[in-house]
């Protein structure tokens, strides 16, 4: 995505300078906000394509941010990342269920920072990548939800129900960690009571009959898809 609008807010001057250095030493364009109230009105003023946004903020959190954004129709797709403090998984996880893409951690590195925004980006750029069939195109698997199955060059691949729909959640969103939770609800539902290794046995036959290379484990999250 060329010349990528981003949105930045941080109540940490420090923090905002350094970010917005660097990201517009790489042709970004920069917007900044130092509470969660500005940042509210500078997304609705400017609509950028990534919002990065610091947890804990004066006047509106980030998470109570991201909820508001994610409850206006558009910015339901807007990519939103956290700043998140390095080791605190409650509050990634915090993050992530209030709808955020991603998260990255403190102290910022500024390559580590560049490549996570990248990624973000590319993916947004990947999206709706439908074929003349209405079948996902992601990297060499086409994923076809009418048939409920996957096809990896000329093999096709048979997948259990579950199986097919805790794919089809994870490369609805490349790159997007989804809590364990967040899985939960949206492949067994919030009423349906399953052991806590549920999960992980369907990660494991999704690994085997696809490949392993495409779902990361974000230990002590989730899972994310990647190609």
Not at 98 to 124: N, Q
Not at 185 to 206: A, C, M, P, Q, S
Request: aromatic share 8%; proline share 3%.
């Amino acid at each position: 995505m060329d010349s990528a609008k981003i949105l930045v807010v941080d109540d940490e001057p420090d923090i905002l300078e350094i970010l917005r250095y660097n990201l517009q030493k790489e042709g970004y364009e920069v917007f900044s906000a130092s509470d969660g109230e500005e940042g509210l009105k500078v997304a609705e003023r400017e609509h950028p394509d990534l919002i990065i946004l610091d947890i804990m903020m004066p006047k509106m959190d980030g998470v109570e941010l991201c909820r508001q954004l994610r409850s206006r129709p558009s910015f339901s797709k807007t990519l939103i990342a956290f700043l998140t403090a390095r080791e605190e998984d409650y509050s990634q996880i915090a993050a992530l269920e209030g709808g955020g893409d991603d998260y990255i951690t403190k102290p910022i590195r500024p390559r580590v920072l560049l490549s996570r925004i990248k990624a973000l980006l590319r993916r947004s750029d990947r999206q709706d990548n439908y074929d003349d069939e209405g079948a996902l195109v992601i990297g060499d698997l086409v994923i076809n939800r009418e048939k409920v199955n996957v096809q990896r060059g000329e093999e096709i691949i048979e997948l259990a129900k579950k199986e097919f729909e805790l794919l089809n959640l994870l490369v609805s969103k490349p790159g997007k960690v989804f809590t364990r939770e967040e899985i939960f609800n949206k492949v067994w539902g919030t009423d349906v009571i399953v052991g806590n290794r549920t999960i992980d046995v369907h990660i494991r036959k999704l690994r085997e009959k696809i490949g392993d290379e495409y779902i990361k484990t974000i230990k002590g999250i989730g899972y994310k898809f990647e190609f």
